[in-house]
C-alpha cells in the first residue's frame, strides 16, 4: 500500500542552525511530492513541490527539498532557520490514485531554540 | 487571487448540538476537499467535489456528516449530532481541476465539542 514516513516527530532546532525534515514514501513509481508547512492556528501553505526534472527544487521562504530515487525520500532543507519558522510541516505525495489524491505524513513539528 | 474562505474560524458546541462549516474555494477551481485534522496528526479526507458532484466520499460519517456543493463553488460540511471525538479541525481545499494534486487550503476551522 502507498505510504508517506516522516520518521521524526519533533525536531528541535536553534535559531541560525540548519535543518533537515526527512520524508519517505512507498510507491513504485515516480510519485509527485509536495511540503506544506503549518503555522500555529492556520491552514497548510504549499512551499513546494516535485513533478519532474531537476531534483533540487526550490521554494518559498528560503526552504528547498531534494528527490532521491534511489531511497525513496524527498528530504526538506533550509541552511539557517529563523524563530518564524518553528511550525508544523508535511510531507505529501500524489501516487498515481484514481481519485488523484494526496496520500500525508503524519507531520514533524519544528521547535526553534533561541 | 483570493485564497480560500472558511467560516466560522472557531466553534465550541456541546455534544448532540449540530454545526455547518462554509467554505468558498479558489476562483476557478473546479475540486474542493474536505479534510479533518485531529492535533498532532496529518489531515484525513472526509470527502472531495469535483465540480458540484462527490468523486470520494468513503471516508465520511455518514451517520452523522454531510456535505453538499450545490452549485460546484463554495461548500458546507454539516455534522449532526456532534460527538466529542469531532473535535478537530476542518480544513477546506482546492485545486485547479481533479488532476491536479496541487491543493490550496483555507485557515481551517477548529471545533471544539463539549
Known amino acids: 500500500a502507498q505510504s508517506v514516513t516522516q520518521p521524526d516527530i519533533h525536531i528541535t532546532v536553534s535559531e541560525g542552525a540548519s535543518l533537515e525534515l526527512r520524508c519517505n514514501y512507498s510507491?513504485?513509481?515516480?510519485?509527485?511530492l509536495f511540503w506544506y508547512v503549518q503555522s500555529p492556528g492556520q491552514g497548510l501553505q504549499l512551499l513546494l513541490k516535485?513533478?519532474?526534472?531537476d531534483t533540487l527544487v526550490q521554494g518559498i521562504k528560503g526552504f528547498e527539498a531534494e528527490f532521491k530515487r534511489s531511497q525513496s525520500s524527498f528530504n526538506l532543507r533550509k541552511p539557517s532557520v529563523h524563530w518564524s519558522d518553528a511550525a508544523e510541516y508535511f510531507c505529501?505525495?500524489?501516487?498515481?490514485?484514481?481519485?488523484?489524491?494526496?496520500?500525508w505524513g503524519a507531520g514533524t513539528k519544528l521547535i526553534i531554540k533561541p | 487571487e483570493a485564497g480560500v474562505a472558511q467560516s466560522p474560524r472557531y466553534k465550541i458546541i456541546e455534544k448532540r448540538q449540530s454545526v455547518a462549516f462554509w467554505c468558498n474555494p479558489i476562483s476557478g477551481h473546479a475540486t474542493l476537499y474536505w479534510y479533518q485534522q485531529i492535533l498532532g496528526q496529518g489531515p484525513k479526507l472526509l470527502i472531495q467535489?469535483?465540480?458540484?458532484?462527490?468523486?470520494?466520499d468513503s471516508q465520511l460519517p455518514k451517520d452523522r456528516f454531510s456535505a453538499e456543493r450545490l452549485k460546484g463553488v463554495d461548500s458546507t460540511l454539516k455534522i449532526q449530532p456532534a460527538k466529542l471525538e469531532d473535535s478537530a479541525v476542518y480544513l477546506c481545499a482546492s485545486s485547479r481541476r481533479l488532476d491536479s494534486y496541487e491543493q490550496y487550503f483555507g485557515p481551517g476551522t477548529r471545533l471544539t465539542v463539549t
Open positions: 516535485y513533478f519532474s526534472g
Open positions: 467535489f469535483q465540480n458540484n458532484g462527490v468523486v470520494d
Open positions: 510507491y513504485g513509481a515516480t510519485p509527485y
Open positions: 505529501a505525495v500524489g501516487a498515481g490514485r484514481s481519485n488523484y489524491q494526496l496520500i
